[in-house]
Structure formats: structure tokens, C-alpha cells
């Protein structure tokens, strides 16, 4: 069963009595979902288990520092219509739903997932007929929320939508639901996925080897076998996989699963989480570090969403300079900005 509430969480051992009034007051304001296959992996006794400082809440989430934003990557400012965020000319999130199986407490979308349901039957008429009247948009990128926990009856559906619209080529998934309910991703759900002329891409959000259980492995391999290609992104945490030895284990074990590591991404100001947030310094000595000995198959592109909604920005040595106490890091047009570690 999946734990919804701090109450659940203390029942559960998961959680501290002694805390509950304050986790009462995160759960109020940022949502709370712990799958049973999660916290069957989470240590409880240990308050810095990798897997529960992922998904546990915690009274510092109450805390927002002054350079935390709402919306830290800027979606808002890049959504011509409800549910779609055009910031890159070839490609566009389509955000069908803003529930997630999970509730991961760094999420730098926490203001906005699980509060509404779902876009409305309107609103993803009217995302698609966005999608259709801009043939610049070769793929789509279906985010959230977590869009594999919508039906496998309406995800055939809204694949079939976009495979009707000639130039979108492929389809995108961003999904945590391989490791956070595994068993959800069923021989139905992966059909859902292929029936239709666009090829259909799956990136797997996942952040510790240990996430990776024999379940999450089952899962992966029913859709690679189906023929969808499987790609991941970590964000780098700390106390998580902000060590060598993790994050080297954590790429191994996904390419031995046929899972090719993508994106490292590096934390983002969402709001109440410096707890998890490394510097840059730290982020560019673990990727040196992977790029040392470990095989090219394992290297993700270790990247900063620069706040403000300017996009993507790759992290290495050449891609940044220092001024002062700030990076400054250059956009896909070459315009410069700032960050502050
Ligand atoms: C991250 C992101 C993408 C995907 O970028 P890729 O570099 O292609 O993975 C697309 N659109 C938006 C709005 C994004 O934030
Ligand atoms: S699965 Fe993704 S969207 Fe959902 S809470 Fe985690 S980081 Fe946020």
C-alpha cells in the first residue's frame, strides 16, 4: 500500500512521532506518497538511508532560502497552452498529468505536482492541436507529474493522437514509475507504448543503485525487450549519490540493465530543498572522476537547468568560468548567466 501521510509514515517505522506536527505541516504544502516496493527498500532506522532522504519528507522542507524559486527551470514562462512547455524549438513537454506514484522531496516541479488530476479532456485537445499546428515539433516529451501512471487504455489513446500528427517523429517519456511501482508497468501498459508509427523513448529517473531492485530490473526489461530504448537521469544529491563509488555503481548497474545513463543533473533551487543541493565543484569532480576509469557507455552529460527557464546548459570544465563566488555558465544562444553555488 502506498503511505500517503505522515501519520502512515510513523505507523510504519519510517518516520518519528516526535516530528509528526511538523511533517503534518509539510505534507500540507508539498504532497506525500511512499510506494510499498519503496519503503520496503528504505532503512528506517537510519536517518541518512539514501533511498528514504529520496523520498521521506522532512521538517527542513519548511524552510525556503531567498534564492529558491516556485518554478526553478521556468516552465511557466514557456507555456503558450495548459499542460505544454515550448522552450525548445523541436520539441515540447506535454504535461498530461501532475500526479506521480512517488513524491520525491527534491522535486523541482513540488509546487505544482500532486495538487489537480489531470489535464481536463479540453485541455489536452487543446495541448494536441498546439502539438499539430506547429510542424517545427518533431518530438514530444510527455512529463508531469509521472505520465505512466495514466491508463494503459488513455496512454494508447494519446499515443495514437500524436501518431496522427505527421511530424511529430518521437515520443518521449519521462517516468520514475519503473522503480516506483514496477509492477504497474504491465505487458499492457508496454503495448499502450508501441502502437503507433512515432518511436516511443523511455528515460528513467533514477538516483541509486539500490533503487534498482530485482522487481525495477523485471520492469526495465519489459520495455526494452518490447524494442523501446531505455535511457536514464540521476539528479545529484547529496548525501545520495554524491559519492564516487555510488554514482559509478548506480551507471554499471543501469547499463548492465541495457538502460543508457542520459543527463546528471544538478540540483535545482527548488524551494526547501538545500539539504540535497552539492556545488558545481562537487558535481564537475564526480563526472572527472566517471570519465576516469569507467567504460563510455556510463557517462551521463552532467547538466544545469539555468534557473529562469533559459533551458539546459552542459556542465564541464570548458563550459564554465568563474567570477568570484559565481559560475558563469552560457545558454543554447551563448547568452551568459550566473549562478551562485
Ligand atoms: C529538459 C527539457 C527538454 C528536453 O531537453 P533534452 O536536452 O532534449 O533532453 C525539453 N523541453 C523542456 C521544456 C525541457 O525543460
Ligand atoms: S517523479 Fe519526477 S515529477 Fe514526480 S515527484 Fe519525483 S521528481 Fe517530481
Known sequence: MTLRS?????????????????????????????????????????????IGLQYLPDPAELETRPEELP?????????????????YPDRVLLKPVSVCAVYCRFCFRR???GRAEALSAGEIRGALDYVRAHPEIWEVILSGGDPLVLSPRRLARLFQDLAAIGHVKVVRIHTRLPV??????????????????????VVLHVNHPRELTGAATEACARLVDAGIPVLSQSVLLRGVN???????????????????????HHGDLAPGTARFRTGIADGLALAAALRGHVSGLCQPTYVLDIPGGHGKARLGPADLSRDGDEWCVADRKGRQHRYRD
Open 111 to 113: 509546487e505544482s505536482v
Open 6 to 50: 505522515p501519520r502512515a509514515l510513523v505507523e510504519a517505522g519510517l518516520a518519528r512521532s516526535e516530528d509528526l506536527a511538523a511533517l503534518e505541516r509539510v505534507a500540507a504544502r508539498y504532497a506525500v506518497a511512499v510506494t510499498s516496493d519503496l519503503s520496503a527498500i528504505i532503512d528506517g532506522a537510519d536517518a541518512a538511508d539514501p
Open 180 to 201: 516506483a511501482d514496477p509492477g504497474r508497468v504491465t505487458p499492457a501498459l508496454v503495448r499502450a507504448l508501441r502502437g503507433s508509427v512515432a518511436a516511443t523513448w
Open 71 to 87: 518554478d526553478p527551470i521556468g516552465d511557466a514562462a514557456h507555456s503558450p497552452v495548459p499542460g505544454i512547455v515550448h522552450r
Open 242 to 264: 554524491d559519492a564516487p563509488e555510488v554514482l559509478e555503481a548506480l551507471m554499471r548497474a543501469l547499463v548492465e540493465r541495457r538502460i543508457k545513463p542520459y543527463y546528471l
